[in-house]
């Protein structure tokens, strides 16, 4: 199986990308989950990824978020990052003790591809989004779809900030920082596509 | 002792209990899938009106398997059922559930545990997977069903060109049957270019290609295979349900 650097993964979750197969307007009911999909590519073209959101229709909290990356030399997908509800407890990075039932992000990690296990497991708590619809603005931010407005305008609107803990900024770099770590942010992309 | 009581008491105090909504309790117990994420398991009284529990994931199973996989076909579908049927796991609209009376919650908890883990395995089916198989399931099937066509592997028609190897020969007379799987495009291409050498080397031999799946390789590459070829299946079903007639045909 091939591995990643996590440089290598930073720069696929963030690398601009544009939407090639739109989601469908209204979210199909499905065995008890409302789902979307869409599918993406980097903005050279060069690499295809998919987009799957999903809500449960019984906890409307617990929700999912994720983008696949398909690399086209090999079978397969790695799971790049995925923004969840609070839908029970979860291992915060591996060994690490539990964390409880908290609002959390996936992000791939090399050393986990590295030893062969799930790219996105282990996740840490995050106060970026409260809802759904925050978490849906606050991904794509994330994984750079730079022609959001195009299909999602109804997304296009800024983030309303969140009850976050007054020491904490909530700014969208602060957002981004808080959550995702050492990432590198990819201002300076964004800045140079306009 | 209450039921809940019980079953901490059984999990030798290593699970805990919290209310999602009114009479419905989420089991927080150490049973993680792959990725880190805590089973889905939830604790609720049952429709029958007995004192039962019903053990259940409120869709959870489902939505996790589909960010990966589609339980979209009759035969996903049967593996599926087939999965619940053995665990004695019931679904309704996507809610997998089974009901235990209060003594047996434990080993009840446990069973559905395992089914929500095999459910979730299901993902592995995925076609990129089950692809990398394709090969196995063709040798597997040529010898089961085939071996009276002296079926024989990795034959090299021309024995100085090594990178033109069939996957099987069938020593059928007059001429013998090359028989080579195709699993994706460059396959179709290297077969081809096989196919079109064997022909310039003037070899006696009839070509029969076995496709994983046909519709999938793109025009270009369907138009030369199917100039090269003598004789195509589109699956691997195809190939199962029509070589042994197809093979009796060649051999009469």
């Not at chain 2, 089916?125 to 066509?149: C, G, S």
């Not at chain 2, 270009?220 to 199917?226: A, H, L, N, P, Y």
């Not at chain 2, 079903?237 to 029509?242: Q, S, V």
Request: glycine share 4%.
């Amino acid at each position: 199986m091939r591995t990643y650097s996590q440089e290598e993964i930073d720069s696929l979750v963030a690398c601009a990308k544009v939407i090639t197969e739109p989601p469908k307007k209204e979210m199909r009911w499905e065995r008890g989950t409302r789902r979307n999909n869409m599918t993406l590519q980097s903005k050279d073209g060069e690499l295809e990824f998919s987009v799957f959101m999903r809500i449960n229709e019984d906890f409307h909290e617990n929700f999912s978020i994720g983008l696949n990356y398909s690399p086209r030399d090999e079978r397969g997908t790695l799971c790049l990052l995925r923004c969840n509800g609070p839908h029970g407890e979860f291992l915060g990075g591996f060994p690490s003790s539990r964390s409880h039932f908290r609002y959390h992000v996936h992000l791939a990690k090399a050393e986990n591809v590295e030893a062969g296990l799930r790219g996105e497991r282990g996740a840490e708590s995050t106060e970026a989004y409260a809802s759904y619809k925050d978490a849906l603005v606050f991904f794509l931010r994330e994984i750079n779809v730079i022609n959001t407005s195009e299909y999602l305008p109804e997304l296009s609107q800024p983030m309303l900030p969140l009850n976050l803990p007054e020491n904490e900024p909530h700014t969208s770099d602060g957002v981004r920082k808080l959550v995702l770590g050492t990432r590198p942010t990819n201002s300076a992309e964004k800045e140079q596509e306009s | 002792m209450t039921y809940l009581d019980l079953l901490r008491d059984q999990f030798n105090n290593q699970v805990s209990f919290r209310e999602r909504r009114p009479g419905v309790l989420q089991l927080v117990a150490p049973l993680y899938h792959e990725d880190g994420d805590m089973v889905d398991i939830f604790l609720e009284p049952t429709d029958t009106g007995r004192e039962n529990i019903r053990i259940c994931d409120h869709g959870m199973t489902l939505m996790r398997l589909s960010y990966y996989f589609d339980i979209d076909t009759p035969n996903k579908e049967r593996i599926f059922q087939r999965i619940l049927s053995e665990n004695r796991v019931i679904e309704d609209k996507g809610n997998l559930f089974m009901d235990a009376e209060p003594e047996t919650l434990y080993p009840s908890v446990l069973q559905f545990a395992q089914a929500v883990a095999k459910v979730s395995s299901m993902q592995l089916f995925k076609r990129e997977v089950i692809q990398t198989l394709f090969y196995e399931m063709l040798t597997e099937f040529i010898e089961d069903f085939l071996k009276r066509y002296n079926p024989r592997p990795k034959v090299l028609p021309i024995p100085e060109r090594d990178d033109l190897e069939v996957d099987f020969e069938f020593g059928i007379k007059p001429r013998p049957i090359y028989l080579f799987g195709v699993k994706d495009s460059s396959m179709a291409r290297l077969t081809t270019i096989s196919c079109l050498e064997f022909q310039r080397a003037r070899i006696p031999f009839k070509s029969f290609v076995v496709h994983e799946d046909f519709e999938n390789l793109s025009r270009k590459d369907r138009s030369r295979i199917t100039s090269a070829a003598d004789k195509q299946f589109i699956s691997l079903d195809d190939f199962k349900a029509n070589a042994e007639q197809v093979l009796e045909r060649e051999a009469a």
